[in-house]
């Protein structure tokens, strides 16, 4: 396909944009909560907020550019191959005020010929299944090189047994996609559409696999930009968990656990049989395989470590009740259940409304937690269970060890401005910097026009509403269409009444203004 061949991509589907995306996975909060449930001791960097972290293949370097937003004292190195995305990610950071980030435009080999400083963390996402062996091999000799004793590096990648079932459906599209002729977005409408009209037919592979019919429905409200990035690479290989481990063994990386921490509870997804038959395998990387198997898992977010530390169990104990939380939702907002990728999970009413009640006061340790009489009745272990399923739901978030300092603060403010600035316009960053949670925390447009209102001391509705208007959008409410500007400025004035009594609060106690 002529989008993908030669060239300077690599084989990487070139002419389309990524998707531009936050991923809070390796922010250094939350890293050094997975770490600590799996006992290891996080790298001090971490907790002192004076790491060095890269972004190898950031798209849009939007993860990056947010948590340099949330973090100045540490430091941050992306890069990317695409300069659209690189040039798009320097004008934020300077727009933003960013002197501790550095966007690049390398291939992987141009940037491993670089020197620079020992990384305390190194992020691969969506990169590892998407690139060549020469690739894969080029970044564990970078990691071997730069990666700091104690560092750690996050990878994901589509995982074996799970993607299998979905093989087929790649082909379809890639093969439709090079028959086809046009501009690559309307190709790729094309091609699933063409899957939609087979599936429709039943039978062979689209009725013997669980999902498939459903996989292809949920495509129809993909971007271009994802489908293109997420199927059409040249390169798109399905990895058994231990054929990861054997690979990044080569720069001294071992598995630390799953970097979301709800994926570490086994319990959540095996029986207690099943947890047992994965026991018995004496390699660890063997024995996460078998629960991939048990579980037909499809996609991995892993975190390893070079030369880390074991905690004890008491060190462990300390460090999980030294750690902070805060609530990203309104405490009334916290449901009695969700629904995860294990089904649907009850949550007990005598730990999670005592729990939401005091972090509605504001971030907390566990141990300050647990000090509380209706949590300390619960237990060390429930409590902590509890933030686990709420910090991998994305209704808490771990947060910095120390309050919000001006640097800080002034930094975000900083970075947050320029964000805002652009949502003026219909595509900007989803995302603000979170200065508690060094870490950045998702709004909606209209939320970011009500900031930027603020900001600005202009009437939240009518700003919304101008730049809305000039995009020719319109709002709706219980089925009904807003259409005059009465309508819509009316509707606009009763979100901002509600943002006001219910989101504004939360954001501000992140350090969100």
């Not at 629960?291 to 037909?296: A, F, K, V």
């Not at 009518?462 to 005059?484: F, I």
Request: hydrophobic residues 45%; proline residues 5%.
């Amino acid at each position: 396909m002529g989008d993908r061949a030669g060239g300077w991509t690599d084989g990487y589907v070139g002419g389309i944009d990524y998707i531009r995306a936050f991923y809070r996975d390796w922010s250094p909060a939350l890293l050094s909560f997975a770490l600590t449930l799996r006992g290891w001791r996080p790298p001090d960097a971490l907790r002192d907020g004076r790491f060095t972290m890269a972004e190898l293949g950031c798209g849009h370097g939007l993860t990056s550019a947010v948590l340099a937003g949330a973090n100045p004292q540490a430091r941050f190195e992306a890069m990317d191959f695409n300069p659209a995305h690189i040039a798009g990610v320097r004008r934020l950071a300077g727009d933003g005020g960013l002197t501790n980030a550095l966007f690049l435009e390398d291939s992987f080999a141009e940037h491993a010929r670089r020197d620079g400083p020992p990384l305390d963390v190194a992020a691969l996402h969506g990169v590892w299944s998407w690139v060549s062996a020469e690739n894969r091999a080029i970044l564990v000799d970078l990691l071997r090189r730069r990666l700091a004793p104690g560092g750690i590096a996050f990878v994901s990648y589509n995982a074996l047994p799970g993607t299998l079932a979905h093989m087929p459906l790649r082909r379809l599209l890639v093969e439709r996609c090079a028959e086809e002729s046009g501009p690559l977005p309307e190709r790729i409408e094309r091609a699933v559409a063409f899957a939609a009209r087979l599936a429709a037919l039943g039978g062979g592979w689209f009725a013997g696999v669980e999902g498939v019919v459903e996989r292809i429905d949920s495509l129809r409200g993909k971007s271009a930009n994802y489908i293109a990035h997420e199927y059409l690479n040249r390169d798109w290989t399905a990895f058994y968990h231990a054929d990861v481990v054997r690979e990044l063994s080569a720069a001294k990386l071992e598995f630390a656990g799953a970097a979301v921490p709800m994926e570490q509870l086994d319990d959540l997804t095996l029986s207690p049989a099943a947890q047992a038959l994965a026991a018995e395998a004496g390699d660890p990387a063997q024995a996460e395989t078998l629960r991939d198997m048990l579980t037909n898992r499809s996609f991995r977010r892993d975190l390893f470590i070079k030369g880390g530390e074991r905690l004890s169990v008491a060190e462990r104990r300390q460090a999980l009740r030294a750690s902070r939380f805060a609530l990203l939702v309104p405490a009334d907002d916290l449901p009695e259940s969700a629904s995860t990728p294990v089904g649907r999970l009850p949550f007990p009413r005598a730990v999670h409304g005592p729990l939401a009640e005091a972090l509605a006061d504001g971030p907390q340790s566990v141990g300050a937690l647990l000090a509380r009489p209706a949590l300390a009745a619960q237990g060390d272990d429930a409590v902590v269970r509890a933030l686990v399923l709420l910090t991998s739901l994305g209704l808490v978030a771990p947060a910095l060890a120390e309050d919000v300092t001006g640097d800080r603060q002034a930094q975000a403010d900083r970075f947050n401005a320029a964000v805002l600035e652009r949502h003026r316009f219909d595509d900007a960053p989803g995302h603000l910097a979170a200065p508690l949670l060094g870490s950045g925390v998702a709004v909606s447009r209209i939320e970011a026009l009500f900031l930027l209102a603020a900001r600005r001391a202009e009437d939240p509705a009518e700003r919304a509403w101008t730049h809305l208007s000039a995009d020719g959008a319109r709002l709706g409410r219980d089925g009904h269409c807003c259409e005059s500007a009465e309508e819509n400025l009316a509707e606009l004035r009763r979100r901002h009444a509600a943002f006001t009594a219910r989101r504004l609060p939360v954001l501000t106690q992140l350090g969100v203004r």
